[in-house]
C-alpha cells in the first residue's frame, strides 16, 4: 500500500499523558500536513512541512504541540499533558507540493480520546 | 486567501443528481478548485479538481463558470454510499489548505 499511513489508529489516555502520533506520507511527497477534526466541523489545520523544514504553526497549536518531520520523510505530532479538550481525529496528508492544485492524499486518521 | 462556501447540508434521494455549488470570488488567477468528500472515521479523499469549464471523472464532474467565481460539483445518480460531507477547497496561496465545514449530503432510499 502506497497511501498516507497514520499510527496508532486509536489513542485513549489520560488527561495529563502525552501522546505522539506518527504518519508516514507518500513516499517522494514533499509536503506534508496535520489537521485536527472534531465532531461535525471540517478538519482544522494544525501545521505543515515542505521536506523537513516546518513551515507555518497555526495559532491553535499551543505549545503543547510539536510535531518534528527528519529528514523529510515520516513525521510526528506529539501533545504533552493532554487536556480533555485535545480528544478529536487527528489527521495527515501529503501532496507533491506543487503549487496552487491543492491535492491532498489524507491517512485515516488517529483518534484520541483523553478521559 | 480565497475563501470558500458552500451549503451546509443537502438532501437527496437515490437515483438523482445532486449540485453542490462553493462559491470562491477571491479565487486567484493560478488556482484551481478542489474537492473532497469524508465519510465518518475516514480521511477526507480527493474526488475532482478543476480550472475552467468542464472535468469529468469516473465518480463526478466539476462545472466551472468562465469567471471562475465558484464552481458547482455534481454527483449523477446518487446511492446511499454518496452520503458523505463534501468540502471545496481553493488554495489561493495559503499552503495552509483549509477546509470549511463542507456540505453534508444524505441520501435517501
Known amino acids: 500500500d502506497t497511501g498516507v499511513s497514520q499510527d496508532p489508529r486509536h489513542k485513549i489516555t489520560k488527561r495529563g499523558q502525552n501522546v505522539t502520533f506518527r504518519c508516514d506520507p507518500i513516499?517522494?511527497?514533499?509536503?506534508l500536513y496535520w489537521y485536527r477534526q472534531t465532531l461535525g466541523q471540517g478538519p482544522e489545520f494544525l501545521t505543515y512541512?515542505?521536506?523537513?523544514?516546518?513551515?507555518?504553526k497555526s495559532r491553535l497549536l499551543s505549545d503543547r504541540f510539536s510535531a518534528e518531520r527528519p529528514k523529510g520523510s515520516f513525521s510526528t505530532l506529539e501533545i504533552q499533558r493532554t487536556e480533555q479538550g485535545d480528544s478529536a481525529m487527528y489527521l495527515c496528508?501529503?501532496?507533491?507540493?506543487?503549487?496552487?492544485?491543492?491535492?491532498?492524499?489524507f491517512g485515516e486518521g488517529s483518534r484520541l480520546t483523553v478521559l | 486567501l480565497a475563501k470558500t462556501t458552500q451549503p451546509i447540508s443537502m438532501d437527496s434521494y437515490e437515483g438523482q443528481e445532486v449540485n453542490i455549488t462553493c462559491s470562491h470570488n477571491?479565487?486567484?488567477?493560478?488556482?484551481?478548485i478542489t474537492w473532497y468528500q469524508q465519510f465518518p472515521s475516514q480521511g477526507p479523499r480527493f474526488i475532482i479538481q478543476?480550472?475552467?469549464t468542464k472535468v469529468t471523472n469516473e465518480v463526478a464532474s466539476l462545472f466551472i463558470p468562465a469567471d471562475r467565481k465558484s464552481s458547482t460539483l455534481s454527483l449523477p445518480r446518487v446511492s446511499l454510499s454518496d452520503t458523505a460531507v463534501y468540502y471545496c477547497?481553493?488554495?489561493?496561496?495559503?499552503?495552509?489548505?483549509?477546509f470549511g465545514a463542507g456540505t453534508t449530503v444524505t441520501v435517501r432510499a
Open positions: 496528508a501529503s501532496s507533491t507540493g506543487l503549487d496552487n492544485t491543492g491535492e491532498l492524499f
Open positions: 513516499s517522494e511527497h514533499n509536503r
Open positions: 512541512f515542505q521536506n523537513e523544514a516546518q513551515l507555518e
Open positions: 477571491n479565487i486567484a488567477t493560478n488556482d484551481y
Open positions: 478543476g480550472y475552467k
Open positions: 477547497l481553493v488554495p489561493s496561496n495559503d499552503y495552509k489548505l483549509s
